[in-house]
């Protein structure tokens, strides 16, 4: 069974930058399918972003999309997703999960590993 942890988390103003990262331990995350949620006080788990294992393919929400990028490097087990152009709207805790279903996967049912999510804030 992996286990997933996040990292990078933090407080940052609007217009600014941040990275994320999500490294496994207890596994390979060389064949699983990654994405990143987010979930703000009193919302649900929202999709931000997702990449497959084959072929890295990547696939994005509207909300995010020319702004966050998603990569994985499989050597070193770990899955980064790099925030820019931050907006006071994308505060939320983000979590990484891993899954085993084929294919870009955009759901929050579709993942089997979680890990405890890290906190992003972004003041106006």
């Known amino acids: 069974q992996v286990h997933v942890a996040e990292s990078g988390g933090g407080l940052v103003q609007a217009g600014g930058s941040l990275s994320l990262s999500c490294a496994a331990s207890g596994g390979t995350l060389y064949r699983y399918n990654m994405g990143w949620f987010r979930q703000a006080p009193g919302k649900e788990r929202d999709f931000v972003a997702a990449?497959?294992?084959?072929?890295?393919?990547?696939y994005y929400a509207d909300s995010v999309k020319g702004r966050f990028t998603i990569s994985r490097d499989n050597a070193k087990n770990t899955v980064y997703l790099q925030m820019n152009s931050l907006k006071p709207e994308d505060t939320a805790v983000y979590y990484c999960?891993?899954?085993?279903?084929?294919?870009?996967?955009?759901?929050?049912?579709?993942?089997?590993?979680w890990g405890q999510g890290t906190q992003v804030t972004v003041s106006s």
């Open positions: 990449i497959s294992w084959v072929a890295s393919s990547t």
């Open positions: 999960a891993a899954g085993q279903r084929l294919g870009i996967l955009r759901n929050s049912y579709e993942y089997d590993y």
